[in-house]
């Protein structure tokens, strides 16, 4: 008999909803965070930028440092809830650099500052410390 779950990738999906709001993020995360300076990297036109920033603001991931919510005069600053999305933006920047052959590789790479050596995504099982893939794990529900 098969449980009904609820899958955390649909909610995910409602709050990027597209590749502009995984863009907006990257970009605010660059420490770029005025609509002008956003909008000039990203090269999004005005309206789809209001639209994803605001639903960034309401979703928790940004904060609007100045200004109103309608204004494009405000900074835009991760938030908490941000800064825990950033391993899921790292493991879209390697699976994509990785898996799409035709994409153009990012310039962009991850270094660790203390050591200025790049930085690999992994996941490891708090336990033993092992580098982990799909087959050697599953989920379960409790």
Not at 26 to 42: L, N, P, Y
Not at 80 to 107: C, H, M, T
Not at 115 to 132: D, F, G, I, Q, S
Request: aromatic share 6%; hydrophobic share 45%.
């Amino acid at each position: 008999h098969v449980h009904q779950v609820s899958l955390p990738l649909v909610d995910c999906i409602d709050i990027l909803g597209d590749k502009w709001t995984i863009e907006i993020l990257v970009i605010v995360f660059m420490q770029v965070g005025s609509f002008v300076e956003i909008q000039r990297v990203a090269g999004i036109s005005t309206n789809i930028l209001a639209d994803r920033l605001a639903r960034l603001v309401d979703t928790g991931l940004l904060r609007q440092t100045t200004g109103d919510e309608n204004s494009r005069a405000g900074s835009y600053r991760i938030t908490e809830k941000g800064i825990a999305f950033y391993p899921i933006l790292l493991a879209i920047q390697a699976w994509a650099d990785d898996w799409l052959p035709n994409r153009l590789r990012s310039p962009l790479r991850l270094k660790h500052r203390p050591c200025a050596r790049p930085l690999n995504l992994a996941v490891r099982c708090e336990a033993c410390l092992k580098t982990m893939n799909a087959l050697e794990s599953r989920f379960q529900i409790d």
